[in-house]
């Protein structure tokens, strides 16, 4: 089946600790997104890539960087972690921008120790 | 700031009834809109899409939209257990915008 696919599931690291976290798919879609979810909160995107075009929500801190080296992958790094950012990072794949679905992976639950 | 609102809930119904999930957007320009069910500690998972005015059926699904009102709505006919959940509502302006989502309403079936 076409899927989206986040690894690891579940990641402990400490603070301060770099941390990469990654997405692939096999749904050919052309736009991948980073979301930020906390508990009981709608997720926040962070940034996403229409293709190689990268495109970064305002307000999303300079601590997090992605990178797409290709169709299928794209990573989401955290520079520097901080407790703030214990969350469910979730990836998401569409189509294309605008009116198109997304299709969520199943998230990566990160813990700062 | 274009926000989507949805009432935190729970909402509770026995098994069997229908449950009704309602949602309001502030940007009139919106397009296409979308209910995402999600399982506590899971990822959400696209349930409907709808872009035109009136209803939109799927299995023991309905979604609702009336564009004037700025309203979109979600039907759950014979509610089941299983269906607990939080229900994001999402509403996309189209073109190249983003996609916003609101904070969930929260869905318990009562056996």
């Known amino acids: 089946d076409a899927m989206v696919i986040q690894n690891p599931r579940y990641q402990v690291t400490q603070f301060g600790k770099p941390v990469t976290l990654s997405c692939s798919q096999t749904?050919?879609?052309?736009?991948m997104y980073w979301y930020q979810q906390k508990s009981s909160q709608a997720p926040k995107l962070l940034f996403h890539?229409?293709?190689?075009?990268?495109?970064n929500e305002a307000d999303t801190p300079d601590n997090f960087q992605s990178r797409r080296p290709n169709t299928s992958f794209c990573f989401l790094d955290i520079r520097s972690p901080g407790l703030g950012d214990a969350a469910m990072y979730l990836c998401a794949t569409s189509v294309d921008q605008g009116n198109q679905p997304q299709h969520f992976g199943d998230g990566t639950r990160l813990s700062i120790l | 700031q274009k926000e989507v609102e949805q009432n935190s809930g729970p909402l509770s119904v026995p098994e069997g009834a229908i449950a009704s999930l309602n949602c309001t957007y502030s940007?009139?320009?919106?397009?296409?809109f979308f209910w995402y069910r999600q399982y506590s500690g899971k990822s959400p998972e696209l349930i409907m899409s709808?872009?035109?005015?009136g209803d939109k059926e799927d299995g023991r699904f309905t979604a609702q939209l009336n564009k004037a009102s700025q309203y979109v709505s979600l039907l759950i006919r014979d509610s089941q257990p299983s269906d607990s959940a939080t229900y994001l509502c999402?509403?996309?302006?189209?073109?190249?915008?983003?996609?916003?989502f609101g904070t969930g309403t929260k869905l318990q079936v009562i056996p």
């Open positions: 940007d009139r320009g919106s397009q296409s």
């Open positions: 890539y229409y293709d190689k075009d990268f495109n």
């Open positions: 709808i872009y035109s005015n």
């Open positions: 999402a509403a996309g302006p189209g073109g190249y915008q983003k996609v916003t």
């Open positions: 749904l050919n879609h052309n736009v």
